[in-house]
């Protein structure tokens, strides 16, 4: 698989979120502004959504039949917006926290969202139990709650099978669940396991955990699940644990492959995605020390096929429905003023894929 760049476009503010429209032809972004844009990826030209998140707009996704878009943020709220009008439809509150994450089901019919707040529990740092239930999942076509389950907070990412069935969600200690969205509210996952590669304790500075598992993808045949982060380190705020991905039998909690070493660099990695195909999968976040912050695996053998510095944070990868574009959210740079205004600090790059 090879990638070439075919549109690199400036947004107002940082994109968090990430939807592609069914065609391939436009993207929806989340932005830490609290807006959210419709984008042409052809153009680059963005319009802006009528209604604004009172904080950062953390996540968004397009229902199946392109028409509506929902968001979730850091005021707790999920917004139902029409694409082809831009008004807001609903406004539902569904956390007491941010939002972290969302994910939609195959079919379109449920929405995840996942929540949570690190705040030490005991001498040990460890987190503190839930106020709420980190891992909720909604109607998208009613916007009521119809399921509910409990985790370690703050929980940073969640995701569907390919059938709906089975959902599972990450948290900052590298503890993965997976639940049965057949059984009743706060049932017990069916399958869970916690990787340590995931998580960084403070040695030096700051006394603290931070990491987590930022991205999860099951396989496009179901059998297996892809999570992404970063890597331990002495000192949690320097940003430059190990850019780490692993894969594993969900239903055993079986590690079954990971990032090969001297194929990685330091930093933050936020986001994976699976080509429709199933043969390559794309990891991609923020550089602290190496070469690259986006890379192609393999997902045959999980080499590296090919890694881009694309001298911005990535926060979000989706390829198009059809496999021909890969589609990426982000920021450049620390906004500075001037003159009194803010610069267009956000990014959406549009990628070619071929072979």
């Not at 707009?57 to 199946?64: E, I, W, Y």
């Not at 070469?291 to 694309?310: C, E, I, Y």
């Not at 001037?338 to 600090?345: F, I, L, N, R």
């Amino acid at each position: 698989m090879k990638l070439t760049l075919d549109l690199d476009a400036k947004l107002p503010t940082g994109a968090l979120g990430l939807a592609v429209a069914p065609d391939g032809s436009a993207a929806c972004v989340a932005c830490a502004n609290g807006a959210l844009y419709y984008v042409d990826l052809d153009s680059g030209d963005a319009d802006p959504f009528d209604e604004k998140h009172s904080s950062f707009a953390s996540g968004c996704v397009l229902l199946p039949d392109g028409k509506v878009l929902i968001s979730g943020g850091y005021d707790g709220a999920l917004l139902w917006h029409e694409v082809e009008t831009g008004r807001c439809l609903r406004r539902v509150a569904a956390h007491n926290f941010w939002n972290w994450q969302l994910a939609l089901s195959p079919d379109g019919r449920q929405l995840a969202t996942t929540t949570g707040q690190y705040i030490p529990g005991g001498w040990k740092y460890e987190p503190a139990a839930e106020t709420e239930p980190s891992v909720k999942v909604f109607d998208t076509a009613t916007g009521n709650l119809v399921a509910s389950f409990t985790h370690t907070p703050p929980v940073m990412s969640c995701g569907f099978n390919a059938d709906g069935q089975y959902l599972a969600a990450a948290n900052m200690m590298g503890e993965v669940r997976v639940w049965d969205l057949q059984s009743k509210f706060g049932s017990p996952p069916v399958a869970q396991w916690t990787s340590p590669d995931f998580t960084s304790w403070g040695t030096i500075k700051s006394h603290h955990y931070c990491g987590g598992i930022y991205g999860l993808a099951f396989a496009p045949d179901g059998k297996s699940l892809l999570g992404c982060g970063m890597g331990p380190m002495t000192d949690p705020m320097a940003g430059n644990g190990k850019m780490t991905w692993q894969r594993w039998n969900w239903q055993k909690g079986e590690k079954l492959d990971q990032i090969k070493d001297g194929q990685h660099g330091a930093g933050l990695m936020e986001t994976v995605a699976w080509h429709p195909d199933g043969t390559h999968f794309i990891m991609a976040g923020r550089q602290a020390q190496g070469t690259w912050n986006l890379a192609v695996f393999n997902s045959a053998d999980g080499n590296l096929v090919q890694s881009l510095d694309t001298k911005k944070r990535i926060t979000q990868a989706r390829f198009s429905a059809d496999g021909t574009r890969l589609i990426l959210s982000g920021a450049i740079g620390q906004p500075q003023r001037k003159d009194g205004k803010w610069p267009s600090w956000g990014r959406l790059q549009v990628y070619r894929v071929g072979v």
